[in-house]
């Protein structure tokens, strides 16, 4: 059986949360990559910045809904959801703008559990972690070369 251990890229491109968002784009750029591991002092991971979080800056900010009820406004949509959203909108530094606690993998997960959560959840880019510390990273490319080597 195939696993993340046979296909991962060991060689991990990390960021840490105080990197500047323009920085992280950069690299992002420069490397063709869709996402990087976002590490703190302790080497351990704490996030994960993909393009889509930085892409989600264009945005415009959004306005909830709003009902009146007795002269009151009651918003139709959760406070908490449009502080985060504001937040990565206006992200200066990665820490603002990452998903915090990324779903990972580790080592011996196979490709199978791989592509399922790849394709069900819609991520292109899965950290690969064990005994707490990042070994590696699985993108869908790294699934994709399977194909090719059979």
Avoid: W
Avoid at 7 to 23: C, F, G, K, L, R
Avoid at 73 to 96: C, N, Q, R
Avoid at 107 to 112: A, F, H, K, P, V
Wanted: proline share 5%; charged share 20%.
């Amino acid at each position: 059986m195939i696993t993340a251990n046979d296909i991962m890229t060991q060689e991990v491109i990390s960021i840490s949360p105080e990197t500047e968002i323009a920085q992280a784009a950069k690299l992002l750029l420069t490397n063709r990559i869709n996402g990087v591991p976002v590490i703190n002092d302790a080497s351990e991971l704490v996030g994960i910045l993909c393009q889509s979080d930085l892409i989600i800056q264009q945005k415009n900010i959004p306005i909830p809904s709003l009902f009146t009820l007795l002269d009151g406004f009651i918003p139709l949509t959760s406070s908490k959801k449009l502080d985060k959203e504001v937040e990565k909108i206006a992200a200066t530094k990665v820490a603002d703008a990452m998903t915090p606690d990324p779903v990972t993998v580790n080592s011996d997960t196979g490709i199978e559990e791989i592509a399922a959560l790849m394709v069900e959840k819609n991520y292109h880019t899965l950290p690969v972690v064990d005994a707490n510390k990042l070994v590696g990273i699985v993108g869908k490319v790294d699934v994709l070369r399977t194909l090719i080597s059979e």
